[in-house]
């Protein structure tokens, strides 16, 4: 990702990112940019749709809370706003709609309420020291695995994870927020991605917001947002 985001529109998917970053040269397209490997199971993965298309990655952190990527809320346009919880396969789940979104004014991060409460596993929030540089962590996401064509065209269906290296937990995110920044281990995310978690020893502790596809991926760091996130959902 770059760090400076640019907020890039997917031929018809606006904001299905993670946030393309632009860079001065362009590099050879990658086949798969996720790559990595299907999940073993949702770890509270939600996928977020927008008048029924296909967005963003999300996590459900309470009955009726889900936390996402700022410019995921921003990027559905004014158009009703869905999650499918609880199943791999994107197309599959408990459906839920929102009800109210809550944009933070510091960070790419949004909360959004939903209209039931949803019993299923939810994302168990980080705090100070649960993540670190040198640190391997799990990403995870619904997004693009090609590179060679319009992202909209090949969002997995199925929850995909990939493993990367945690380079800085307090890196500047262009996207807006202080980031955990990491490089590509076995995958590394993309379009339709942003939104997604971040795991760390067990805990989430990133929001996926930019990438550049290749070998660098930010992710808003939760750890540093636990106040307010706190003060919206009570979680």
């Not at 990658?30 to 749709?49: K, N, T, V």
């Not at 008048?51 to 809320?73: F, K, M, N, V, Y």
């Not at 959004?112 to 990403?139: C, F, H, R, S, W």
Request: proline share 4%; with cysteine.
């Amino acid at each position: 990702m770059r760090i400076a985001r640019t907020a890039s529109v997917l031929s018809g998917l606006a904001f299905a990112a993670v946030a393309a970053a632009a860079p001065a040269t362009a590099a050879p397209a990658q086949p798969a940019i996720i790559d990595g490997s299907i999940a073993d199971s949702p770890h509270a993965a939600a996928r977020m749709f927008a008048g029924g298309q296909e967005l963003c990655s999300a996590t459900i952190i309470a009955p009726d809370w889900i936390l996402t990527a700022r410019h995921c809320t921003q990027g559905a346009g004014g158009k009703q706003i869905t999650f499918h919880v609880g199943s791999l396969d994107q197309t599959q789940g408990t459906e839920v709609s929102a009800t109210s979104v809550h944009d933070s004014p510091d960070a790419d991060i949004s909360l959004v309420q939903i209209d039931q409460k949803v019993q299923t596993e939810y994302a168990p929030l980080g705090t100070a020291g649960d993540v670190n540089v040198g640190d391997t962590a799990q990403v995870y996401g619904w997004g693009a695995t090609c590179t060679d064509q319009p992202e909209i065209n090949c969002q997995s269906r199925v929850l995909k994870v990939a493993n990367v290296q945690v380079a800085s937990v307090d890196c500047p995110d262009g996207a807006a927020g202080v980031s955990v920044c990491a490089n590509r281990g076995d995958g590394i995310t993309a379009g339709g991605d942003s939104g997604g978690p971040m795991y760390a020893n067990g805990k989430q502790v990133g929001v996926a917001s930019t990438s550049d596809r290749q070998s660098y991926t930010a992710y808003i760091n939760v750890t540093r947002y636990r106040d307010w996130i706190q003060s919206v959902a009570g979680v």
